[in-house]
């Protein structure tokens, strides 16, 4: 009986906490089928037969402030960013695993290091330093993405590495594998949770962004989603409140989508590379 009525406790607990995060996302999905005028007085109430407006808010996003076209460089951003940071980190963490030596420890010292270091410190001369070097551009980003994602990265899938026997690769090796195909053929197929779950967490962080594309692309030209939000703010503060709740929304809906489909791999991925060695 105790055990039930813990388990009923449990229910409408972590029902309430799933209420209170889903929440603003609904109160923003309501507002972005509302006309601007009615977001601000009735923000919390349901769309009326006066306050409705469809999909205008959506249409205005998408043809009067080039929504379509941030959403595809935050796309290309984050897609390309996501596969660099994953192929070099997993291949740093198997040569730091398995090659010991003071030079491989420094490296995985530099990788934890930089996880401490809070952004602000560095974002100034980061500014500066990709304009003279020309990473102003969706492409060139890439490179910095990496350099700031390397280290949970690095720690997450050297936690796991540990873990794989040493045995296998050997035997791989004798039968006439290179150490990059056994890699590829052996050790990669083996780090799928990881793969899976530095995948999520890096792809969300990238795809909601803002401070680091801001500072580092070239805005003229490049503007990714939370930019193009930030300036849908119109001058003497006029905001286009119902064009940014429909931005959120397209802007959510991907990011949803993509964990929901993967969610499963992430306990399993931070649990072995976290833990495990």
């Known amino acids: 009986m105790k055990k039930k009525v813990m388990g009923i406790l449990a229910t409408l607990f ?78 740093t963490a198997w040569f730091i695993t398995r090659v010991k030596n003071v030079f491989t420890k420094m490296i995985y010292l530099l990788c934890v290091f930089s996880m401490v270091i809070p952004f602000q410190m560095v974002m100034f001369t980061l500014s500066g330093t990709a304009d003279s070097l020309h990473l102003n551009t969706p492409w060139g980003i890439v490179i910095v993405y990496l350099g700031f994602g390397a280290g949970l990265a690095v720690f997450m899938f050297t936690g796991f590495v540990k873990s794989i026997p040493v045995e296998v690769e050997e035997a791989a090796m004798i039968d006439g594998c290179s150490p990059l195909r056994t890699f590829f053929c052996v050790v990669v197929p083996m780090m799928k949770p990881t793969f899976i779950s530095v995948g999520i967490l890096e792809a969300m962080w990238i795809w909601n962004d803002f401070l680091l594309p801001y500072l580092v692309l070239d805005i003229k030209e490049f503007k990714t989603i939370s930019i193009v939000i930030q300036y849908m703010k119109g001058s003497y503060g006029r905001v286009d409140m119902g064009a940014i709740m429909a931005c959120l929304i397209m802007a959510i809906i991907p990011v949803v989508v993509f964990y929901l489909c993967a969610q499963k791999y992430i306990v399993k991925g931070v649990a072995a590379g976290a833990v495990k060695g």
């Open 14 to 91: 972590f029902t309430l906490v799933s209420i209170i995060f889903v929440a603003p996302i609904f109160i923003v999905l309501i507002n972005s089928m509302k006309s601007k005028t009615f977001i601000n007085l009735e923000t919390f109430k349901l769309p009326t037969e006066e306050s409705y407006v469809g999909l205008e808010n959506y249409k205005t996003a998408i043809t009067q402030y080039d929504f379509l076209k941030a959403v595809g460089w935050t796309l290309f951003i984050t897609v390309f960013s996501v596969a660099v940071i994953l192929i070099c980190c997993s291949m």
